[in-house]
DNA sequence: GCCGTTTTCGGCCCGACTGTTTTCAGTCG
């Protein structure tokens, strides 16, 4: 049993104790489980069998917690999971996911009218049976009927790339408002997450009305969701929601501080300023009744003899011990970058050719890029053949003469096959520069089996990095089931490097696996996989997820020139 | 159920808004 099927039992028990009214702190135990087993580093199982190595060594898992794990893991089942669900049908959770119903609600739809599917919850509140229930009403049911239009329909996380198309657009429509003094984003838009839920924008005002009716004005706002004196959310076209804050200036910090999170950062920052006599909220830091602090995030984090946070590490992970031992990494930045190692062109499926690409490569100052077109196991793209791709190579060694500031690198994306084995002969591997080994096909294999290939490729002498290591698609498609400590300690043993995809839709390795690969010692490649000169924007998007990774300038391999990257291929080979 | 420079018990972050309430519970972030 894997991290992410043990926490997400963890989190179903937390789900389940919730509508049974449990102990608010005990539920918040098992989430908190659940996250700190779903971003180890390691598998818990490895971690049980390791002797010498317990569990509870992780913060939030206690010998109890431990205890269960170790038996879901053995027996592949928790007896409190099953006794749960045998009290309360799982169908019942998916009704907490409808705006307006928690817990408490779902408890009394099931308890009182038998309700556990959405469907009898819509005939429910049609036939006005959910209004007579005690602690609802008429409104309610029209909220849970909207609700689940909702649910049903648009209730999924953007790309982050997508909100910030929304926010960017937003902003500069309320910055129109004369009284506006501040305007910042918050919330995990402006952490960075890969994809957001909704958007959470902090404004000063001397007007909030002003900046609400602005708001509401919103061309793509397509519901008002909510709205009182310093409060306001709407929904977009689209489905985003996005919540408006009006604060005064000496809260601006302490507001934008709270409102920026996460949840898990937030709880800890309080508890360690109430362990000092001090209490924060979104208006400020207090000492009693006395404001001590708030007008910006610096002075709050002071209080507490805290550094100011990036917001990418505000996720409650390893960034407060950091700063307890004086170590926040100075995490890498847009500027660090030096070259671009993954890319297509005309020639398979890229939408702009060679010379386009270069000349664009060149234009972003690029010292370096890597031409990486697939081989021909993906016909659908075009894939090169050896003597294609020999062609192409040609005609890059001809355009290097005349380059002036950039080299084009010789590459390939060499498809894993799906019996295993890669796509191209080693002796047309061994003539690039740079090659990234991919899979494309075989996507549902079993986990030992995905595993075995991309554990193979990394084995292979001429492969350079392995390219979307997990092959999701934010919102469209899982993750292979490939078991990325094995690939981790491959890629260790074998001196090689592991992508991070900067497409805002792969964005693979996510944050967590970033930070784990770090552990491991193994150096980041970013890389845009891009496949149109737009496409060498998109950086950006994988800088942002390497710095939730905490990842520094010197964890990533094409912050370095290239001949810097070509001694680290050697050097790591070599030992 | 977890945790400890208030250390094995007694805490566990804090507030806005809504709807159903007549003083507050539930939900959300």
Redesign the pocket.
């Known amino acids: 049993m894997n991290n992410a099927q043990i926490a997400a039992v963890l989190d179903e028990v937390a789900d389940l104790l919730e509508i049974q ?1 449990a ?1 608010p ?2 539920v ?3 989430r ?2 659940a996250r700190t087993v779903r971003e180890l580093s390691e598998p818990a199982a490895t971690i049980l069998c390791t002797a010498g190595r317990k569990l ?1 060594e ?9 205890d ?1 794990i170790a038996a879901l893991c053995q027996t592949g089942s928790m007896p ?1 999971h099953q006794e749960l669900l045998a009290q309360i049908p799982v169908s019942v959770l998916t009704l ?1 996911r ?11 739809l099931n308890k009182e009218l038998g309700i556990s599917t959405l469907d009898e919850l819509r005939a429910a509140c049609q036939a006005g049976r959910v ?1 007579k229930l ?10 849970i009927l909207a ?1 689940m239009e909702l649910a049903g329909s648009v209730n999924q996380r953007l790309t982050w790339a997508e909100v910030d198309g929304f926010a960017q657009s937003l902003m500069t429509h309320l910055r129109a408002c004369p009284s506006i003094a501040e305007l910042e984003p918050a ?1 995990s838009y402006r952490r960075g997450r890969d994809s957001v ?2 958007l ?1 924008l902090l404004v000063v005002s001397s007007n909030p009305a002003e900046v609400m009716d602005r708001l509401a004005a919103f061309a793509a706002v397509e519901t008002l ?9 709407v929904r977009l076209a689209g489905g985003l ?1 996005v ?1 408006l ?1 009006v604060v005064p200036a000496e809260s601006f910090g302490a507001a934008w501080q ?2 920026t ?1 996460s ?1 898990d950062h ?6 360690r ?5 001090l ?5 400020g830091v ?1 000492r009693g009744d006395q404001y001590v602090a708030g007008r910006t995030e610096e002075e709050v984090y002071a209080t507490l003899d805290l550094p100011w946070f990036p917001p990418e590490l505000r996720e409650a992970r390893q960034e407060f011990a950091w700063a307890d031992a004086g170590q926040l990494p100075k995490l890498i930045e847009t500027g660090d970058m030096q070259g671009d190692l993954h890319m297509h062109t005309t020639a398979t499926d890229g939408r702009a050719s060679l010379a386009e690409m270069v000349a664009a490569a060149q234009d972003r100052g690029l010292k370096y890029i890597a031409i990486t077109d697939h081989s021909k196991r993906v016909s659908m793209a075009n894939g090169l053949d050896a003597t294609r791709l020999r062609a192409q190579w040609a005609e890059i060694d001809r355009l290097n003469k005349s380059l002036r500031g950039l080299v084009v690198l010789k590459g390939v994306e060499v498809d894993i096959l799906e019996k295993g084995g890669l796509d191209l002969e080693d002796d047309v591997l061994a003539e690039a520069d740079w090659v990234v080994a991919s899979l494309h096909y075989g996507q549902q294999q079993p986990r030992e089996q995905i595993t075995r290939r991309i554990v193979d490729a990394l084995a292979n002498p001429h492969v350079c990095a392995i390219a979307h290591p997990t092959g999701r698609l934010i919102n469209r498609r899982k993750p292979y089931d490939v078991d990325l400590d094995a690939v981790f300690r491959a890629a260790r043993q074998h001196g090689k490097f592991l992508e991070l995809n900067s497409h805002p839709q792969r964005l693979d390795l996510d944050d967590v696996a970033c930070a784990a690969a770090k552990s491991h010692g193994i150096p980041i490649v970013i890389s845009t996989d891009a496949h149109g000169v737009e496409g060498l924007d998109k950086l950006r998007f994988g800088i942002l997820q390497a710095r939730r990774g905490g990842l520094t300038k010197a964890d990533v391999v094409n912050t370095r020139p290239w001949a810097q990257v070509k001694k680290l291929l050697r050097d790591r080979r070599a030992t």
């Open positions: 009214a102990n702190f005990r918040r135990a098992y908190n489980g509870t992780f913060k939030g898992i206690g010998s109890d917690l431990a269960k409190l907490m409808v705006p307006g119903v928690g817990p408490k609600k779902a408890a009394a209004r005690k602690g609802f009403g008429e409104k309610t049911e029209q909220t609700g919330g839920a909704d959470d969701l909510g709205r009182g004196d310093t409060k306001m959310s929601q919540d804050r709270y409102f999170g949840k937030n709880v800890e920052l309080r508890s300023a109430k362990s000092r006599g209490k924060i909220n979104e208006y207090f």
